[in-house]
């Protein structure tokens, strides 16, 4: 899938030192310092340089001299500091391992520099580097309503895969949405996606891109919050700032129903908590404002797309499947180059006993045994990234 739509921005580079290991290393690792953070890593990769930080981990480049290429390596912080912790990282390397999709980034190498399961501590993952993320983009320039279309049917298109093998991402937001200088998108990030359940945890995705069912305590959402947050990313690639930019939970939900308006009975009665249903009888009487005057900067066709995308009622609103087939799309869409795949294989998913060393153990042998899906490994590096 090709797009002529240049994106670029440009990525400062950090400089590193090579120094003698302080820990114990397989053989055919190398020791070194980014920004005051110790890497080892195999010597296959060079040229490393700090490109971000964040709670989960530490990215930077590197030159991957077996493939050719330029990759991002992450190093997880903490990744068996408690089971939360530890399950975000089974559920990460787990989920990456078996996916197999254009628009979702793939997982090139998957490695620990320690020799045993006794002293495993760290963890690397490697995928293809790309441009920025689409934060960055729309932080520093203005997109046309042609890349903003490629844009959002590449999220959906990667996110119908998704869902397919019954995952719900639960955090996407243009942070989580690499893009490249020809506008090919994948979606990264997937430490808070989970299996479809019976009851689903609240805190899910950053607060701006966060669906009403989940802040209201909907606790059998399903996919369709996903999508939702594309509406979202789709609304903040046109305007440049967030839809909904709550200040908290409240005032998110009262931002919601200001553009909305206050939902109908029929959604009340799938709320199951008392204390949200009396803390939206509460709110006076809100009318959905015009979406067509609201965003007046969008085409019909855009804005009948986003009306449906941001539905109140997860149970009305549309699918990813169906919003393919939106006529928005009509110059992309084509069902036979939109996969699905098998359900997503999860041994843990509803083991509520599991330990943190049987976690840990099952990780460490994933590594171990990793060898990337060959047909990910084509998708996504079949070209080189540019890297500005």
């Given at each position: ?31 070194l310092q980014l920004n005051q953070v110790e890497w080892c890593v195999p010597s ?103 890349q903003i279309r490629f844009l959002v049917y590449q999220i959906l298109r990667g ?168 006529r928005y799309f009509a110059s992309y869409h084509d069902e036979s180059d939109e ?50």
């Open positions: 899938m090709r797009s002529s739509y240049p994106l670029s921005l440009n990525w400062s580079t950090l400089f590193f030192r090579q120094m003698s290991s302080a820990k114990t290393c397989k053989s055919g690792f190398v020791s296959r990769y060079k040229e490393l340089s700090m490109i971000g930080y964040g709670a989960y981990g530490t990215v930077c480049s590197a030159h991957d001299t077996r493939l050719n290429r330029r990759v991002a390596i992450k190093k997880l912080s903490r990744p068996f500091e408690n089971i939360e912790y530890t399950k975000r990282t089974y559920r990460e390397i787990n989920i990456l391992s078996q996916m197999d999709h254009e628009n979702i980034v793939c997982l090139i190498d998957a490695f620990s520099p320690q020799t045993s399961l006794k002293d495993f501590t760290d963890i690397y993952l490697v995928t293809p580097l790309m441009g920025a993320d689409l934060g960055a983009i729309i932080e520093t320039q203005s997109l046309s309503d042609e996110l119908k895969y998704m869902h397919s093998i019954g995952l719900i991402h639960r955090d996407l937001k243009p942070a989580n949405i690499a893009v490249n200088e020809d506008c090919e998108l994948k979606i990264l990030d997937f430490g808070l996606a989970r299996q479809k359940q019976e009851e689903m945890t609240g805190y899910v995705a950053t607060r701006w891109y966060r669906a009403p069912e989940v802040m209201l305590n909907w606790m059998h959402y399903n996919e369709s919050v996903d999508v939702w947050s594309v509406a979202c990313i789709m609304a903040e690639l046109r305007n440049r700032t967030p839809l909904f930019k709550g200040g908290n939970h409240i005032h998110q939900i009262q931002l919601i129903l200001n553009l909305l308006g206050k939902p109908d009975e029929e959604f009340m009665r799938k709320i199951n908590s008392p204390e949200a249903c009396g803390f939206i009888r509460d709110i006076s009487k809100c009318e959905p404002q015009n979406l067509y005057t609201y965003f007046s900067n969008f085409s019909s066709d855009a804005v009948d797309l986003l009306q449906k995308m941001l539905h109140l009622d997860p149970d009305r609103r549309l699918t990813a499947a169906q919003a393919l087939a939106h996969p699905v795949a098998e359900k997503f294989d999860d041994p843990f998913q509803d083991d509520s006993s599991v330990t943190l060393d049987q976690l840990k153990e099952a990780v460490w042998n994933t590594l171990e045994n990793f060898v990337p899906n060959l047909n990910s490994l084509h998708l996504c590096t079949s070209e080189e990234t540019s890297t500005a």
